[in-house]
């Protein structure tokens, strides 16, 4: 009944707006573990980095409610574009109160700047267009200076703070995977690790690299067929049977040693090595396969840029800048690797080929005049060694 007296108005005709049922949460990379497509997305993210937005597009949500502003202004954020360019109308800063106003179910229609549940108003706030969200860029734009300095402050303390690990590899933990001499392709479900994924197939099939998930990285290679040999994160974005395919599981803790998902790795039945930095799980995963030996580190959804250290939005950002800065020397984004692959010519497929030549050199003899003639004379010598095998015998 809800969803009629929502749809349908009183003379019978449906109403404007995108109708859809409403999914809560306070945390978007959780809340697109349960969305459904035509689902209405009710968040609470300031700054929507692509990460979070490509993830949205994938779900096909059918509209994005969010209790916060989705550009601050601090940094020209990559979110809102993506998501107006993938056709979601985006409605902004609503306030945290839309929490207490729906449910989890409720079906709910988002028109212009309101929302409403069943024909009540619950919510207000700012919809989202190409003419707002190019305003906000640019005046983000304008100020990205004060993030530049602040990123660099950030990226000094962490380097006063972890320059024992980054300089001499000081307590990074023993490890059974044995990564000297391989090549190591360390997995980030972060920007296009789908397609790089795809790019990178015949790589992985010839050189047959260590695969190293971080985080919900493990589960994107398992999705794309392959099955990790490492698992290195904090264990909140991995699932349950990603964690029991038998890779070795690295519990990213925190700098003083507290590792609050060492206790799921172990309610799994599942054996964890805990390895203290106060980086990201993506600096960890980086350090422990330079440290252990790995002749090259290919990364797939990583962060390489500027702009994508401050999208992310964590000062700890800064952290992973100087990682790539430590192991420079061995790391290859997954594209690159793409364009420089070529993949070797096997034995057994030098061997088809010179058959495939033979083949096709006797072919050509043997429609051509000169091949016929030869064809007699071997019939004729064929014939007469019979004769003479016969009358020995």
Known sequence: MRLTSLRRGRSGERLPGAHGVARLDRRTKDLTKRLKPGDIAVI???????????????????????????????YPNLGPEILLAAGIPLLDDVGTDIFSAIREGDV?????GTVYLDETVVAKGTEQDAVSIDAAMAEARAGLHTQLEAFAANTMEYLLKERALLLDGVGVPDVRTDFAGRHVLVVVRGYDYREDLAV?????????????GVDGGADALIEAGYKP??????????????LRCGAEVIVHAYADGR???????????????????????????????????????????????????LDKGRQGM???????????????????????HRRRISPCSLLLLVLASVLAMLAAVAVSSAGQVYGDLAVDAWAELSAWWQALS
């Open 259 to 309: 590792a609050p998902g060492l206790q799921r790795v172990q309610d799994l039945g599942v054996t964890g090595v805990v390895f203290p930095a106060a980086g990201t799980s993506e600096d960890v995963a980086l350090l422990l396969a330079d440290e252990k030996g790995a002749t090259l580190i290919v990364a797939v959804g990583t962060h390489a840029t500027l702009v994508e250290f």
């Open 44 to 74: 609470d993210h300031v700054d929507i980095d692509r990460v979070s937005a490509d993830a949205l597009v994938t779900c096909r949500v059918a509209a994005v409610v969010n209790a916060a502003p989705s550009t601050s202004g601090r």
């Open 108 to 112: 709910i229609r988002v028109d212009g």
């Open 200 to 212: 990178l197939a015949p790589y992985i099939r010839e050189y047959r690299p260590l695969l190293l």
């Open 318 to 340: 800064a952290s992973t800048f100087l990682t790539r800065l430590r192991v420079g020397g061995k790391l290859v984004d997954a594209r690159g690797v793409a364009r420089l």
């Open 229 to 242: 040999d490492v698992i290195v994160g904090d264990m909140d974005s991995v699932s349950d049977s990603a």
